[in-house]
């Protein structure tokens, strides 16, 4: 069952994302979240070592130099997620210690609730989040975002991607009916990719930074699929 005090909380995500965001409502979700549900997450990365790893904390990497990045060749996976950053006005954030931000959050009391294992996942996954972007060729548009979340929830059950897709289908069915196809679109594409190539949830890209980004495509198995490619060549739509 849903409680009802997080369900306010749902509806005012589901009303106006941008006034009240997922990754808020994902650290709220917790706090009332029955520990059933709680333990049925925690079991999923116990039960994969990959995802153990994960939900260590032993994957977080230090932050990233922009202008290391900036002095790889081009067509590298590095020099590439350079240009997504830059393109992105995101510059400020690749320069960010997402640790500190984590635990100034811990520290406020907003993380309550949240197991350990979900704690260091979302850390991590704030770290890779552009680089798969850049990976799987999906833009910064509306519908490339909800796409690479599609394509995340695919290959790993993490309740952030799932609330994605929630807000996502209220908002369309009773909110914006003209968001049907577009987002159901973006939802299946990035589904269906997902589903077809290997897993690369738990993939430390910073080591692969001097690698052709072709290569690490094809490494993957993954050809992007055209819906929004412009990561391609690091050139972002407007």
């Known amino acids: 069952m849903i409680n009802d005090e997080f369900a306010t909380l749902l509806v005012a995500t589901f009303n106006d994302p941008s006034k009240h965001p997922v990754h808020l409502l994902f650290n709220q979700f917790w706090q009332y979240a029955s520990d059933e549900v709680k333990d049925a997450y925690v079991k999923a990365f116990e039960d994969d070592p990959k995802l153990t790893r994960l939900a260590s904390g032993a994957d977080y990497a230090d932050p990233l130099e922009l202008d290391e990045l900036a002095a790889l060749p081009a067509g590298t996976l590095g020099r590439t997620f350079h240009d997504w950053i830059v393109d992105n006005n995101l510059t400020a954030t690749i320069a960010t ?50 796409a690479l979340q599609a394509f995340c929830l695919a290959q790993l059950q993490f309740p952030y991607f799932g609330m994605w897709m929630s807000v996502v289908t209220s908002r369309m069915t009773y909110c914006d009916p003209s968001m049907i196809v577009p987002m159901m679109d973006a939802i299946t594409d990035g589904w269906q990719l997902g589903r077809s190539v290997e897993n690369i949830q738990v993939e430390q890209w910073e080591t692969m930074l001097d690698q052709p980004l072709a290569e690490v495509r094809a490494r993957y198995g993954i050809t992007p699929t055209g ?11 407007a």
């Open 97 to 146: 210690d997402y640790r500190r931000f984590h635990e100034a959050l811990e520290a406020a009391g907003m993380l309550d609730g949240m197991p350990e294992a979900m704690k260091f996942a979302v850390l991590r996954g704030f770290q890779t989040h552009d680089f798969q972007h850049v990976v799987t060729g999906y833009d910064s548009s509306g519908r490339g975002e909800i």
């Open 227 to 237: 819906f929004a490619a412009s990561a391609q060549s690091g050139v972002v739509a």
